[in-house]
Every structure is written in structure tokens, then in C-alpha cells.
């Protein structure tokens, strides 16, 4: 929909199969307003109802992914308002989106902006990329997840060290401690992203499904009841007439035609 103010959004790759959301506030550097985010839980919301999208990239500028959630508006806030809203709970509805989310980060990922990232399920990085929590010198914390995130990201010392001084980590330093997969040449990252993202789409969407829930569970549950639930989904995929696609086309010599049933 062309509706939006803060944010571009396209159908891309080979079949339009991947929803493409670019987080467009450049006079703010991509912060992350009330606005931009009521907007973007649209987007995601429509893509994962759409049912020719099967995975989403999202990006910024080369500038800026995000550099957090917007100073300017968090200004005047009292305790009783953001309490009494529970200010920045609607960061968390993209957390029930089903398709995978890749974030491509370009530039700074601070704040928001990283927590915003660690939202995402897999991330790429322009090797330019900063990704810090600098809360600490606002006299505040992270309050999108960067305490609980970042630790199960790149273990505990970098993340009490990041969270403690907001310095900044470089894309490299991100990949070496898993924070991020993959960095790119700053000017080739969406094309990986999205090649990515057609990758990933080429996969039965009821594997992708599981896939992505089976993850998050590693996140969520303790092991036992996270090896329980990917073994009953891995069970589950056996009613899948793609299940048995699969291994048919494997034994035939053959490449498999997915039909997302
Ligand atoms: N909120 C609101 N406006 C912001 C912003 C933010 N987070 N980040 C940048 N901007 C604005 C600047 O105020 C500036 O606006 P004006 O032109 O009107 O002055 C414009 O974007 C360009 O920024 P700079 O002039 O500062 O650009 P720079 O290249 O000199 O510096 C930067 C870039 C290092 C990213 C710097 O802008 C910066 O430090 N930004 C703030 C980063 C930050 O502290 N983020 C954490 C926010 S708190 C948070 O996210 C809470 C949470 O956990 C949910």
C-alpha cells in the first residue's frame, strides 16, 4: 500500500515472492517513532497474510538501519507514560510473524535499531555496519530486548561490555561473535539478502513454518521441551504432501516442486 510515511515497501525477487520493507526516516536516521512502527507491524502483518510472500528482507539506508528508537519523542515521557502505555509492547507483535524476517543492515543498528535487528531471524550485515545499545548514555537501558538478546547473541562479556559503555561493534566483530551471519561488501547486501530470501522461498512454506518455530523454541524452552516440539514437527511434516514431494524427487533424481501444502 502506498499510504506510508515512514517506510518503502515492494514485492521482490525472481516470482515476487519476497516482501521487501525499507525503513525510510532518513532526516532521523531510520529512529524508530510511534509512527514507523505502527506502520511496519502493517507491512509485516500484510506480508504474512499474503499468500505469494514466503520470506521478508527488511532494510534501511546505506547510512542507517536504525539508530534506535527516537530520542526526540522519548524526550518529555514521564514514568507514569510509559508505564501506563507499556511504551514500545507493539515492538513485539512482529515476534508472531510466521515468514522468516532477514534484516540487511547497512550503517548504524543502535539501540532500537540493534534490538530491532535481533527481532529479525537472520542477519546480514554491510561490512560497514555498527550495531551498539548506547542507552547507557541516555541514563537509560535497552528496553527492546538488548539485555537479553545480545547475551544469548555474543555471551554475556561483550554484551554486559556493549550494554555498560554503548560502544560500538563492527560488522566483523558482529559476525565473529554470531551476532550477525554473513557480511557483505556494503553496496552487494540487499542482493544477498534477497538472494537469501529466494533461497529460503524455494522451500515448502509449511517447512519454512516449522523451521522458524523449532529455532525460536531453542530461545524460549528449556531442552527437553524444545527437542519434544521439533520432534513432533518434525512428525507433522509427514501429512505434508510437500514431505513426500521431497523425498520422492530426491529419490528420483529430481528437483523437488514445492506447493506450500
Ligand atoms: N532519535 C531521534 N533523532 C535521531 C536519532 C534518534 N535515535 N538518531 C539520530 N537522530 C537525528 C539527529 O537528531 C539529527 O537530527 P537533526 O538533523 O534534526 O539535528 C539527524 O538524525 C542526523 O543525526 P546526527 O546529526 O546525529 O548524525 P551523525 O552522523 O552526526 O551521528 C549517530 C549519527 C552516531 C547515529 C547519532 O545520530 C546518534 O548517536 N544517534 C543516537 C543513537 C542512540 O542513542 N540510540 C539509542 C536510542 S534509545 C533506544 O533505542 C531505547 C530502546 O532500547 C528502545
Not at 535481533?118 to 548514555?137: H, L, N, T, V, W
Not at 529460503?200 to 525460536?216: C, F
Request: hydrophobic letters at 40%; one cysteine or more; a neutral charge.
Amino acid at each position: 500500500s502506498g499510504s506510508y510515511k515512514n517506510i518503502l515497501v515492494e514485492k521482490k525477487g525472481d516470482k515476487s515472492q519476497v516482501g521487501f520493507v525499507r525503513l525510510n526516516r532518513p532526516k532521523a536516521l531510520n529512529s524508530l517513532c510511534d509512527d514507523l512502527l505502527r506502520e511496519l507491524n502493517v507491512a509485516f502483518r500484510e506480508f504474512d497474510a499474503d499468500p505469494s510472500v514466503k520470506a521478508i528482507v527488511l532494510t534501511g539506508s546505506s547510512k542507517a538501519f536504525a539508530a534506535g528508537a527516537d530520542i526526540k519523542e522519548m524526550q518529555p515521557k514521564t514514568y507514569s507514560t510509559v508505564f501506563g502505555t507499556n511504551f514500545i509492547n507493539d515492538w513485539t507483535e512482529m515476534l508472531r510473524i510466521r515468514k522468516p524476517i532477514i534484516a540487511a543492515v547497512n550503517g548504524y543498528a543502535l539501540g532500537g535499531g540493534c534490538e530491532l535487528a535481533m527481532m529479525c531471524d537472520i542477519i546480514y550485515a554491510g561490512d560497514s555496519a555498527k550495531f551498539a545499545q548506547p542507552e547507557i548514555r541516555l541514563g537509560t537501558i535497552p528496553g527492546a530486548g538488548g539485555t537479553q538478546r545480545l547475551p544469548r547473541a555474543v555471551g554475556k562479556s561483550k554484551a554486559m561490555e556493549m550494554c555498560l559503555t554503548g560502544d560500538m561493534i563492527t560488522a566483523k566483530e558482529a559476525e565473529s561473535a554470531g551476532l550477525v551471519s554473513k557480511v557483505v561488501p556494503a553496496d552487494k547486501l540487499e542482493a544477498a539478502a534477497l538472494d537469501l530470501a529466494e533461497r529460503i522461498s524455494r522451500m515448502s512454506l509449511m517447512a519454512i513454518y516449522a523451521a522458524k518455530e523449532s529455532v525460536n523454541a531453542a530461545y524460549e524452552a528449556p531442552l527437553s521441551q524444545g527437542l519434544l516440539l521439533e520432534r513432533r514437527l518434525f512428525h507433522a511434516s509427514f501429512g505434508t504432501r510437500d514431505r513426500s514431494e521431497g523425498m520422492s524427487a530426491f529419490t528420483e533424481k529430481r528437483a523437488a516442486e514445492f506447493k506450500d501444502e
